[in-house]
C-alpha cells in the first residue's frame, strides 16, 4: 500500500512475520514490490528525484542551502537580506531611483519624496484627477471659479453680499472707476409702478409718462427691502421719467407697499412734473427699525 496519503508507510498484509515462516515468492515479491514502490516515491538525497507534488515543510525549516545561481533558484534568508540592503547589488540602489540606506530622513532625499503628516517637503503638485478638499489644504475644485475664489485679472460676478470694512487706519475700498447698472424701461410709468432695486438703482422710463403715479420701492419681485436691507442699511435709488406737454409725477412713494412720507430737498413735496423735459427723482432709503425708514428725496428737472 506505501504511504497512506500522510506520509505514514505501513507493510503490506502478512507483515510482520512470525519466526519459523517460511519464505515464499508470494509474500517475499509483494512486500518487496510494496517497499520499492515507497522508496520510489521518496526524495533521493543526491538529487535524482523529481517533485511529483508541492512540498510541505510543516512550519519547519529547510537549512543549510547553497545561495541561488539560476533565475528559478529558490532563495536562502542570508541573499535576500543582502539584495534588499542594497549590499553589492542595485536592486534597491540609488541609481535605479530607489534608496539603499535604512535612514528614513536619507531615503526621502534619495527617493525626493515629502515625508507623511505635516511637513514643508511638498512645493507643488501635479497630476491630481481629484481635488484636495478644504480639509485637506485645498479648494475642493480644480479651477479657481470652481471653487467660487474670484481673482482679480478677469470678470467676475458676485452673487452674494460682499462687505468691505476696512480699518480704523484704511479704507475699504478704492475705485478708479465705476459703471452702475441702468434698467432702461421702453414704456411710460403705470398706475402702481415698481421699482426693483435688484434690477438696477436706476430705472429710466422712456416714453411719455401719461398719469400720476404710485412708485412702489422693493429690493426684488420676490424679496422685500425689509429682508434684503438690515438696520443701518442705506439704499439710493434714482428715478428717471420722461414728460410730453402735460406733466406727471409720482404723488404716492411705498416701500414693500406701505406708503412712506420722505423729506423732501428744500423742505417741500413737489406737486407737479416738469412739462417736456425729463425729471429725476432721487431717494436715500435709510432702515432704522425693522419695516420702517427715513428717507430722503428730490426732484430736478432736465430739459
Known amino acids: 500500500m506505501s504511504r497512506n496519503g500522510s506520509g505514514t508507510y505501513s507493510l503490506p498484509s502478512g507483515n510482520p512475520v512470525v519466526s519459523g515462516t517460511t519464505i515464499t515468492s508470494a509474500w517475499a515479491n509483494t512486500t518487496l514490490s510494496d517497499m520499492a514502490s515507497a522508496l520510489t ?5 543526491d538529487g535524482q528525484t523529481t517533485l511529483s507534488g508541492n512540498l510541505n515543510a510543516g512550519g519547519n525549516q529547510i537549512t543549510n542551502a547553497a ?31 530607489l ?16 515625508k507623511s503628516g505635516a511637513n514643508s517637503d511638498i512645493t507643488s503638485l501635479t497630476g491630481l484627477t481629484t481635488a484636495l ?6 479648494t475642493g475644485a480644480t479651477t479657481l471659479a470652481g471653487a ?20 480704523t487706519a484704511s479704507k475699504a475700498i478704492n475705485l478708479t472707476n465705476i459703471a452702475e447698472t441702468t ?15 435688484n434690477s438696477g438703482a436706476v430705472q429710466y422710463y422712456t416714453s411719455n409718462t401719461t398719469t400720476n403715479f ?20 442705506t439704499v439710493t435709488v434714482t428715478l428717471m421719467v420722461t414728460n410730453g406737454s402735460t406733466a406727471y ?26 412739462a417736456s423735459s425729463l425729471d429725476i427723482y432721487c431717494f436715500a432709503v435709510i432702515k432704522t427699525a425693522s419695516a420702517t425708514y427715513t428717507v430722503i428725496g428730490s426732484q430736478s428737472k432736465f430739459a
Do not use: C, E, H
Not at 133 to 138: A, K, L, M, S, Y
Not at 214 to 233: E, H, K, P, Q, R
Open 183 to 197: 434698467n432702461i424701461v421702453a414704456s411710460a410709468p403705470t398706475a402702481t409702478t415698481a421699482f426693483y432695486v
Open 99 to 114: 534608496s539603499d540606506v535604512a535612514n528614513a530622513t536619507t531615503s526621502r532625499t534619495n527617493l525626493v519624496a515629502a
Open 249 to 274: 409725477y409720482p404723488n404716492v412713494i411705498q416701500i414693500d407697499g406701505t406708503t412712506v412720507t420722505p423729506k423732501w430737498q428744500n423742505g417741500s413735496a413737489p406737486s407737479a412734473g416738469n
Open 41 to 45: 516515491g521518496s526524495l533521493a538525497s
Open 67 to 97: 545561495d541561488p545561481t539560476t533565475a528559478q533558484a529558490l532563495a536562502t534568508k542570508t541573499y535576500v537580506d543582502t539584495a534588499v540592503s542594497g549590499v553589492g547589488t542595485t536592486y534597491l540602489a540609488k541609481a535605479s531611483n
Open 133 to 138: 478638499t478644504v480639509g485637506q489644504g485645498g
Open 148 to 167: 467660487n475664489i474670484a481673482v482679480t485679472n478677469v470678470t467676475n460676478s458676485f452673487t452674494a453680499t460682499q462687505t468691505f470694512v476696512g480699518t
Open 214 to 233: 404710485t412708485l412702489n420701492l422693493a429690493f426684488s419681485s420676490g424679496t422685500s427691502m425689509n429682508t434684503a436691507l438690515s438696520v443701518g442699511d
